[in-house]
């Protein structure tokens, strides 16, 4: 019998329980996408190709998803309540009809279960689709080739999913029969009644609440940008009176509109009175009153959003540019043993191996010296250079000849003169100056000629063999860079779009549900417009107003936290490397569209919906 | 006087074949402009359905219903809804304030939706609301102010935009007596020195009593009317209560 009417109840209060079922579903898509990235094509390439970053990865993402558990438990149980606030008169009738409260709870439980299982099977599914889509992505980023990595579902990840979930779902269960068997039935059945508290505010105390609340934000920013991003984040005595003066100043400005709008709203006669302005606003400004709190929170989470999406990608681009510069030779080896066991002949070893000569497009064998101060006349640098070899280098990489003086030092910021770090101070000599001086350290670099893979498995294979039996040499290539760097750029990438997305869509969709219930309470008031004969065109574009004041105001303020932050972020990674600004800020804006966008659309013409129909009749409104 | 609203051979049928329920059944009805006519009848007698019919939120099954010769029947759309709110001032029983809004902003917002010029608002907003005596609570929200004053808010939002034909469903209904005294007493007025035309539904004799014609239905038929003539008040309900009477005598014979 609790079997049947359950389903009856999620069937016919489907429209209160799709918010709840889309943002289950998305949270679902989301956990499971990301815990399947072990499946996907550009991290089996890592795996393949034996980077460390994979693993790095994979535990990295294995703990956000703890945390991004923790979010999606916070706005499951969220939803839940304002389902439960909306359907106390019904639950207070059970009770009144004489089922006992554990019946009740138990009707709670099931239908809860069956929300659970549908939003489920129908998150694995999605989450299948954007899953596959995540992994053209990232292969198409690393142009690498699809075919070679088949897709299907990771059971380890739908594993984690369900348990996560399903560990939600049962935390929801035990609060809604808390909840039930601990409601009085008298406050169950006037849930409806209570009236909201209108005091109004002395403009006083607005204007006052304003201006606080102004400095506090601006107190912040200078924080923030004076001492920039490293230490503002990192030292506990700058960090937390940034963000405390930042959530303070967030929670003064929403607190100040209620009292302040509406006075500039009256003081225009013109505008208050004309269409529904005034009823838009009232309606508006009495939720301000009592959803500031909330404002902040989805303020702060949409900060959180876009900071954390933007920055990742912009960091990715960043990362990617400086692999280009770290990497000007295919391969270069560094024998670093070279002053106490000599050179090593590197083209008789490889020709030893079976290599072609011709496998090699070119090659340079370059020793470096320890620089000695009494010859060269320069104190601080730790190595040189012969002219001629360094010219050699450069000119490879199409990068102008070293200008002079000689002997003087290679100036910081020219072209590298190996893929890898050096990680010397060169000076550059004439060439004939170094017969005074000691070998320290012998450099050989090369690019090759056919398929670059090929071509460094057979090098790496002989430099191996050599490695085991004599000396120690450092092998870095232009590919194992590369991967390396994917493995960055990946990681970046993953978190990067994870927490973001996880703060978006928390955000739209607990604005998505306060828009709804409201639209849902707000169905007699429109009833009475209706009767007093405004038209069809007047009351929905008054709902979309509504909706659009609770989504444009937290994003507005939003924009403009993230827009200092994003400053303070740049500035931090620029010392690293130039930044894309305008690319990441071009792909965080697609994002932040897609998805509360979306959200936005969906609550607007569902509360356009609600404000149009409803026949005639008005119900009871005090 | 003009003829205002004209009622011709009104039906009203609910159900399908098998199980009709005929609500309205064959209503001439015919008020003057500046008259205050009441209906009375019992439940199920079609007195709502009528109001309901002539404020064009329910719609007849045949018959015709004028209100200055433009037919009703026949508006569809944006012209029904322009004549709602051009010709029409509704008065409920709850009386359907928005709880948001401040009374003054209340009254407002129906001179809002009439697209009147700012300037005006004001001043006709206070005008009316001293009329109905509500003058000192404009700025209080509706929780604030006591049941009376909350329907003599919603009757001062039903004619400040000066209708046609005011409407009133049981005005008096969730009201206690004194404070159903002085609506009624400022409904009078209001007929009285702006000429407004009111239409009231009601199932209480004494509410009845202030109107000028008392419209009786039975079973969706017109059953009776009375006049007030000019006369005392006490000597009109003493007429009402007689035929109430009647009526549910009749009742008790049926059965």
């Known amino acids: 019998m609790f079997c049947k009417l359950a389903l009856r109840n999620v069937r016919r209060s489907f429209r209160d329980y799709g918010v709840y079922l889309l943002t289950l579903t998305f949270g679902v898509c989301l956990f499971y996408t990301f815990s399947s990235l072990d499946g996907q094509g550009a991290m089996i390439y890592l795996t393949q190709s034996q980077n460390p970053m994979a693993q790095v990865i994979q535990s990295c993402i294995d703990v956000f998803s703890v945390f991004v558990a923790v979010v999606l438990a916070c706005l499951i149980l969220y939803a839940d309540r304002f389902l439960m606030r909306r359907r106390?008169?019904?639950?207070?009738?059970?009770?009144?009809?004489?089922?006992?409260?554990?019946?009740?709870?138990?009707?709670?439980?099931?239908?809860?279960?069956?929300?659970?299982?549908?939003?489920?099977?129908?998150?694995?599914?999605?989450?299948?689709?954007?899953?596959?889509g995540l992994s053209a992505l990232t292969l198409s980023m690393f142009s690498l080739r699809m075919d070679a990595f088949g897709l299907a579902l990771s059971p380890r990840a739908a594993g984690r999913t369900v348990l996560y979930f399903g560990l939600i779902f049962l935390l929801v269960m035990g609060f809604s029969g808390i909840q039930i068997s601990r409601a009085k039935l008298l406050d169950l059945m006037q849930g409806g009644r209570k009236n909201e508290e209108l005091r109004p505010r002395p403009l006083r105390t607005s204007v006052l609440q304003l201006v606080l609340g102004g400095v506090c934000l601006a107190a912040a920013y200078a924080i923030l940008l004076t001492f920039g991003m490293a230490f503002a984040v990192v030292l506990p005595?700058?960090?937390?009176?940034?963000?405390?003066?930042?959530?303070?100043?967030?929670?003064?400005?929403?607190?100040?509109?209620?009292?302040?709008?509406?006075?500039?709203?009256?003081?225009?006669?013109g505008f208050y009175y004309r269409d529904l302005h005034l009823f838009t606003l009232r309606q508006w400004i009495s939720r301000v009153h009592s959803t500031y709190l909330s404002q902040t929170v989805i303020c702060?989470?949409?900060?959180?959003?876009?900071?954390?999406?933007?920055?990742?990608?912009?960091?990715?681009?960043?990362?990617?540019?400086?692999?280009?510069?770290?990497?000007?030779?295919?391969?270069?080896?560094?024998?670093?043993?070279?002053?106490?066991?000599?050179?090593v002949d590197f083209d008789a070893l490889l020709t030893a191996h079976g290599m072609e000569s011709d496998a090699l497009a070119w090659r340079q064998d370059t020793p470096i010296y320890y620089n000695n101060p009494a010859v060269t006349g320069i104190e601080d640098a730790s190595a040189a250079i012969r002219l001629s070899d360094c010219n050699g280098?450069?000119?490879?990489?199409?990068?102008?000849?070293?200008?002079?003086?000689?002997?003087?030092?290679?100036?910081?910021?020219?072209?590298?003169?190996?893929?890898?770090?050096?990680?010397?101070?060169?000076?550059?000599?004439?060439?004939?100056?170094?017969?005074?001086?000691?070998?320290?350290?012998?450099?050989?670099?090369?690019?090759?000629a056919g398929d670059p893979e090929e071509t460094e498995?057979?090098?790496?294979?002989?430099?191996?063999?050599?490695?085991?039996?004599?000396?120690?040499?450092?092998?870095?290539?232009?590919?194992?860079?590369?991967?390396?760097?994917?493995?960055?750029?990946?990681?970046?990438?993953?978190?990067?779009?994870?927490?973001?997305?996880?703060?978006?869509?928390?955000?739209?969709?607990?604005?998505?549900?306060?828009?709804?219930?409201?639209?849902?309470?707000?169905?007699?008031?429109?009833?009475?417009?209706?009767?007093?004969?405004?038209?069809?065109?007047?009351?929905?574009?008054?709902?979309?107003?509504?909706?659009?004041?609770?989504f444009l105001l937290p994003l507005a303020l939003a924009l403009l936290h993230t827009v200092v932050g994003m400053k303070a972020a740049n500035d931090l990674i620029s010392t690293a490397a130039k930044v894309d600004t305008v690319h990441s800020a071009l792909v965080t804006g697609g994002v932040l569209l897609a998805v509360y966008g979306g959200y936005f659309l969906a609550t607007a013409l569902a509360c356009r919906r609600l404000a149009l129909e409803g026949g005639g009749a008005p119900g009871g409104c005090g | 006087m003009a003829e205002l609203l004209c009622v011709k051979d009104l039906t009203k049928v609910y159900g399908k074949r098998g199980a009709v329920t005929r609500a309205l059944d064959g209503v001439d009805l015919s008020l003057e402009a500046g008259e205050y006519v009441g209906i009375m009848g019992a439940s199920g007698s079609g007195k709502t359905t009528l109001l309901n019919c002539i404020s064009t939120i329910d719609r007849p099954t045949s018959g015709s219903i004028q209100v200055d010769g433009e037919e009703l029947t026949g508006l569809r759309g944006r012209a029904l809804t322009r004549f709602r709110r051009e010709r029409l001032g509704f008065i409920f029983q709850d009386c359907n304030l928005l709880d948001t809004l401040t009374a003054f902003e209340n009254i407002a917002l129906s001179l809002s939706i009439l697209r009147t010029p700012a300037a005006q608002i004001r001043d006709r907003v206070e005008e009316t609301a001293e009329l109905l005596g509500i003058g000192d609570c404009l700025d209080k929200y509706p929780y604030q102010m006591s049941g009376g004053q909350q329907q003599r808010c919603a009757a001062a939002r039903a004619i400040v935009t000066r209708p046609a034909l005011v409407l009133a469903d049981e005005p008096t209904g969730a009201l206690d007596s004194k404070s159903s005294r002085l609506l009624l007493e400022r409904l009078e007025v209001l007929n009285r020195e702006r000429g407004a035309t009111i239409l009231m539904v009601t199932h209480d004799a004494f509410t009845a009593s202030c109107c000028r014609?008392?419209?009786?239905?039975?079973?969706?038929?017109?059953?009776?009317?009375?006049?007030?003539?000019?006369?005392?008040?006490?000597?009109?309900?003493?007429?009402?209560?007689?035929?109430?009477?009647?009526?549910?005598?009749?009742?008790?014979?049926?059965l």
């Open chain 1, 457 to 550: 498995k057979q090098v790496q294979a002989a430099l191996a063999e050599y490695q085991e039996t004599t000396a120690y040499l450092r092998v870095e290539s232009r590919l194992s860079l590369y991967q390396e760097i994917m493995g960055n750029k990946l990681l970046a990438l993953f978190l990067g779009l994870y927490l973001g997305l996880t703060f978006l869509l928390a955000a739209a969709a607990v604005l998505a549900l306060q828009q709804l219930s409201q639209a849902a309470d707000n169905a007699a008031r429109y009833a009475v417009l209706r009767r007093l004969g405004a038209e069809e065109g007047m009351l929905s574009r008054s709902a979309v107003q509504q909706v659009a004041l609770a």
């Open chain 2, 213 to 254: 014609r008392v419209v009786f239905l039975r079973d969706g038929k017109i059953f009776a009317q009375l006049e007030r003539d000019g006369g005392d008040r006490r000597a009109f309900f003493q007429q009402i209560i007689r035929v109430v009477t009647q009526l549910g005598g009749e009742m008790e014979d049926v």
């Open chain 1, 88 to 132: 106390k008169r019904e639950l207070g009738t059970y009770l009144l009809l004489g089922l006992s409260q554990g019946q009740v709870s138990l009707l709670l439980v099931l239908e809860t279960g069956l929300i659970g299982a549908a939003s489920l099977a129908l998150g694995l599914l999605l989450g299948l689709a954007a899953s596959q």
């Open chain 1, 300 to 343: 702060i989470l949409l900060l959180l959003a876009m900071g954390i999406t933007a920055s990742s990608i912009g960091l990715n681009r960043t990362i990617e540019a400086a692999a280009d510069g770290q990497a000007p030779f295919d391969i270069t080896v560094q024998n670093q043993n070279a002053d106490h066991l000599g050179c």
């Open chain 1, 237 to 269: 005595f700058l960090c937390i009176p940034m963000l405390t003066l930042g959530t303070v100043g967030t929670l003064l400005v929403f607190r100040s509109l209620s009292g302040f709008v509406l006075r500039l709203a009256r003081s225009y006669p």
């Open chain 1, 393 to 448: 280098l450069l000119a490879r990489q199409g990068a102008p000849a070293y200008p002079g003086p000689l002997p003087g030092l290679l100036a910081e910021g020219s072209a590298p003169l190996a893929t890898g770090n050096l990680g010397l101070t060169c000076v550059v000599i004439p060439d004939e100056m170094a017969e005074k001086l000691s070998l320290r350290r012998q450099v050989w670099s090369a690019d090759y």
